[in-house]
């Protein structure tokens, strides 16, 4: 298995909703990350999981919630958002727990989160 | 083939010919590099990678160039398809942490 996987592949949600976006990798990478992409723009990292601990917050606001259950899983808990939140939510894993430069970075899908 | 200026959001290419994105970076410390294409409704694909010890490494039908000297870096498309329509990103990685710094992106379409 060679793959970052994600789900749902699309969302729609209001404001006052809870939703959880998820991500799995089974290929034994160290360190998970979470991606926030607006349309023509280039992915913004939010959150770094290395060896299933919270390494890098990027001064996200706290309506997002990351969760790192165990190595191979990676939550986004979704509460109270606002519309300019609506976004592609993009999932990566790399192999050495992001530690050292050259730790490549593997995307998934992505989850399109649209927030009414 | 096109040779772009850097920034160019956009590059037409006919079908066959050699393309050639462009990308500039800002810190010199990054000493990894890596470029992503991106499919309309799809998450970035990994394409090729270079280490800031190297100027040059070529994949299959593409090849990576890296002038450290100026900072910047070129991916090369030889004998562009049509499945090659998509946006490119050039990423660099600055720290430990694995931070990826991207590019703005550059879209190309391939005409056929």
């Known amino acids: 298995d060679t793959e970052v996987t994600q789900t749902p592949k699309h969302l729609v949600m209001g404001m006052t909703n809870k939703k959880s976006l998820k991500c799995e990798q089974h290929?034994?990478?160290?360190?998970m990350y979470w991606y926030k992409q607006k349309a023509k723009k280039p992915p913004e990292l939010m959150f770094v999981?290395?060896?299933?601990?919270?390494?890098i917050n990027e001064s996200v606001p706290s309506r997002f919630s990351p969760e790192c259950p165990n190595s191979s899983l990676l939550n986004l808990h979704l509460h109270a958002l606002q519309p300019e939140d609506s976004a592609l939510y993009l999932c990566?894993?790399?192999?050495?727990?992001?530690?050292?430069?050259?730790?490549?970075?593997?995307f998934g899908p992505g989850t399109r989160l649209t927030v009414l | 083939g096109e040779s772009v200026g850097l920034h160019l959001p956009t590059l037409s290419v006919q079908e066959g010919d050699n393309s050639i994105i462009n990308c500039a970076y800002s810190?010199?410390?990054?000493?990894?590099f890596i470029w992503y294409k991106q499919e309309s409704g799809k998450g970035p694909q990994f394409i090729i990678d270079?280490?800031?010890?190297?100027d040059k490494r070529q994949g299959q039908r593409v090849t990576v160039l890296l002038n450290k000297t100026v900072k910047h870096l070129s991916l090369q498309i030889a004998a562009t398809q049509p499945g090659d329509s998509a946006v490119y990103f050039c990423?660099?990685?600055?720290?430990?942490?694995?931070?990826?710094?991207f590019g703005k992106g550059t879209k190309l379409s391939v005409k056929p």
């Open positions: 990566a894993s790399s192999p050495a727990g992001g530690r050292g430069t050259t730790d490549t970075q593997y």
């Open positions: 270079i280490r800031s010890n190297m």
């Open positions: 990423a660099e990685n600055r720290g430990s942490q694995g931070n990826l710094i």
């Open positions: 290929m034994g990478h160290r360190a």
């Open positions: 810190n010199s410390a990054s000493d990894y």
């Open positions: 999981y290395s060896y299933e601990k919270l390494s």
